[in-house]
């Protein structure tokens, strides 16, 4: 092997040799312009770069840490060094070989020299990347997934390159005794992509959820008022540096969890709440005996032993199953049906330019003929589906005074310097769907669930929250024998709880409890934006 080297560097001296000879005599018998006539140039491509990802407060999403990248010519001169950058021996024997510039990564210390020059890059993903669901990955330098495909032509096109551009004998061959021209346009101010995520509250949700839901969950955090989601959790998450890698893990990986539709359960039971008050139908108390029998189909409530005589707050803050089915068979299928879809369940949701969350799933109409199924339909059962972005909607209608809002996750353009959102992107106005004593009324039933009922693990240090919590039975079982049934936690909510500014959607999948394990996720949350501020 050592042998080989010692000839291929021998080569190298003589090829060079023969090149400056060469060129000697083409200057002494040849014009300049002849010699430029038998030239042309090589392009070696460095790195090309993509546009920028900023969060709502222009944060680069992207492009946060830097790496070195050599650009080699092989000769005498570069031999060492390439050695060093090369480790397999066969390749960098190759690349001498075929006399043919080569890019390698580099070290920060790697000394330049006539035929080595070393370029300091952007490195496209962080050491430990955030949202990974929202700005998605590459294939072959090309979005293929979240907003790196939705926004794959305008990020080409606000990227940059670096060049170094070699010239080259007749034979192809680069000519050493001549500096390579360096194109670099990676520094050029362009326009970058502004998202309404924020930093922050991103990597606030993603350390509670990673902490909490046991890498199986999602979380969705939305301005109440506006609809920009400010984070989105899927979990587990992608490596988008080693996507070869995921595509082995469990549990989906390269599922959107908080843009996908999951059973739903018990917070449903706040859309059946306003659908009575909507109607005119004041709910009252009702006697719980731990079942109720819905034209022969018995349901049981989740207190086997009953609660006993119970008003609307109380049956919100223990989630008392058979108040809710009786409230739905007051209200109607129908009509019940027809307050969800205002609510936006049902419909998908345009989240971005390319990029939609599910419609999840509502019963038809005629599946609500059956009594058993309005039952069903009462508590959140049955065939209904949702995304934990439907929910964060839902309750924001409670928390903003009654208006349902446009989920988005796009602010517009940046200007090129990245300090001002030039272009903003379209909004869609806030239409009000039950009237604002409605909404104050569950607003408050919601925050005495969290200070007295199931929801006391999401009360925040500062500054109340009101909730739901729901654990949703999913049909789905660990076992052959259908005797361990996979159940979906959750904890929906706002914060604060007086003037909210935001909602919190937490899904644990696989717990068997919102209260034990998706309401501290909202906590922690809801604390960590406290302070924040």
């Known amino acids: 092997m050592e042998k080989r080297v010692i000839a291929v560097f021998c080569a190298l001296i003589l090829l060079f040799s023969g090149v400056y000879y060469r060129v000697f005599s083409l200057s002494q018998g040849e014009s300049l312009a002849q010699v430029a006539r038998s030239q042309s140039t090589y392009t070696l491509e460095v790195a090309h770069t993509r546009g920028m990802i900023y969060d709502c407060n222009l944060v680069p999403l992207v492009n946060t840490r830097m790496e070195y990248r050599a650009a080699v010519l092989p000769s005498p001169e570069a031999?060492?060094?390439?050695?060093?950058?090369?480790?397999?021996?066969?390749?960098?024997?190759?690349?001498?070989?075929?006399?043919?510039?080569?890019?390698?990564?580099?070290?920060?210390?790697?000394?330049?020299?006539?035929?080595?020059?070393?370029?300091?890059?952007?490195?496209?993903?962080?050491?430990?990347?955030?949202?990974?669901?929202?700005?998605?990955?590459?294939?072959?330098?090309?979005?293929?997934?979240?907003?790196?495909?939705?926004?794959?032509?305008f990020l080409e096109e606000n990227g940059g390159v670096i060049e170094v551009r070699y010239a080259v004998d007749a034979t192809g061959r680069p000519l050493s005794g001549e500096a390579p021209e360096v194109i670099d346009t990676t520094a050029e101010p362009k326009p970058g992509l502004v998202l309404t995520l924020d930093e922050r509250i991103q990597e606030i949700a993603e350390k509670a959820a990673k902490k909490h839901v046991n890498n199986k969950g999602a979380v969705v955090v939305m301005d109440c008022n506006t609809g920009a989601i400010k984070a989105a959790v899927s979990l587990p998450a992608f490596d988008p540096d080693n996507v070869a890698a995921s595509f082995e893990k469990a549990d989906t990986p390269f599922v959107n969890k908080a843009f996908s539709p999951f059973n739903v359960g018990s917070s449903f039971k706040l859309v059946v709440t306003a659908a009575a008050l909507e109607n005119g139908i004041e709910p009252g108390a009702f006697e719980c005996t731990g079942q109720i029998d819905v034209e022969g189909q018995i349901f049981r409530c989740n207190n086997h032993d009953g609660h006993g005589w119970v008003d609307l707050p109380r049956a919100l803050q223990v989630s008392c199953n058979p108040y809710f089915i009786h409230l739905a068979e007051r209200v109607?299928?129908?009509?019940?049906?027809?307050?969800?879809?205002?609510?936006?369940?049902?419909?998908?949701?345009?989240?971005?330019?390319?990029?939609?969350?599910?419609?999840?799933?509502?019963?038809?109409?005629?599946?609500?003929?059956?009594?058993?199924?309005?039952?069903?339909?009462?508590?959140?059962?049955?065939?209904?589906?949702?995304?934990?972005?439907?929910?964060?909607?839902?309750?924001?209608?409670?928390?903003?005074?009654?208006?349902?809002?446009?989920?988005?996750?796009?602010?517009?353009?940046?200007?090129?310097?990245?300090?001002?959102?030039?272009?903003?992107?379209?909004?869609?106005?806030?239409?009000?769907?039950?009237?604002?004593?409605?909404?104050?009324?569950?607003?408050?039933?919601?925050?005495?669930?969290?200070?007295?009922?199931?929801?006391?693990?999401?009360?925040?240090?500062?500054?109340?929250?009101?909730?739901?919590?729901?654990?949703?039975?999913?049909?789905?079982?660990?076992?052959?024998?259908?005797?361990?049934?996979?159940?979906?936690?959750?904890?929906?909510?706002?914060?604060?709880?007086?003037?909210?500014?935001?909602?919190?959607?937490?899904?644990?999948?696989?717990?068997?409890?919102?209260?034990?394990?998706?309401?501290?996720?909202?906590?922690?949350?809801?604390?960590?934006?406290?302070n924040m501020d």
């Open 332 to 530: 109607g299928g129908e009509t019940l049906r027809e307050t969800a879809m205002q609510f936006g369940f049902g419909r998908s949701n345009q989240l971005a330019e390319g990029i939609e969350s599910a419609a999840g799933n509502l019963p038809e109409p005629d599946e609500l003929l059956n009594p058993a199924d309005v039952a069903n339909f009462g508590f959140g059962q049955g065939v209904l589906m949702a995304t934990p972005v439907q929910l964060a909607r839902m309750v924001s209608v409670f928390a903003n005074g009654g208006y349902l809002v446009s989920p988005r996750l796009v602010e517009g353009v940046s200007d090129a310097s990245g300090t001002v959102v030039e272009q903003p992107a379209p909004r869609y106005a806030s239409n009000r769907i039950i009237r604002e004593e409605t909404a104050r009324r569950v607003r408050e039933l919601m925050i005495t669930v969290v200070e007295e009922g199931s929801g006391q693990r999401a009360k925040p240090e500062v500054g109340g929250a009101g909730g739901k919590t729901a654990s949703a039975q999913t049909g789905q079982y660990y076992d052959e024998e259908r005797t361990n049934e996979i159940v979906e936690a959750w904890f929906v909510g706002f914060y604060p709880a007086q003037q909210p500014r935001y909602t919190i959607v937490v899904l644990a999948q696989g717990a068997d409890s919102g209260s034990t394990y998706a309401a501290p996720v909202f906590k922690e949350i809801a604390d960590g934006i406290a």
């Open 79 to 153: 031999v060492s060094i390439m050695q060093r950058l090369m480790p397999d021996r066969e390749a960098f024997l190759q690349k001498l070989e075929e006399q043919k510039p080569v890019v390698l990564r580099a070290a920060a210390d790697t000394q330049a020299n006539s035929a080595v020059r070393v370029f300091e890059v952007p490195r496209r993903y962080a050491a430990v990347p955030t949202a990974v669901h929202v700005i998605g990955h590459l294939q072959d330098g090309v979005g293929v997934y979240g907003i790196e495909q939705a926004y794959n032509d």
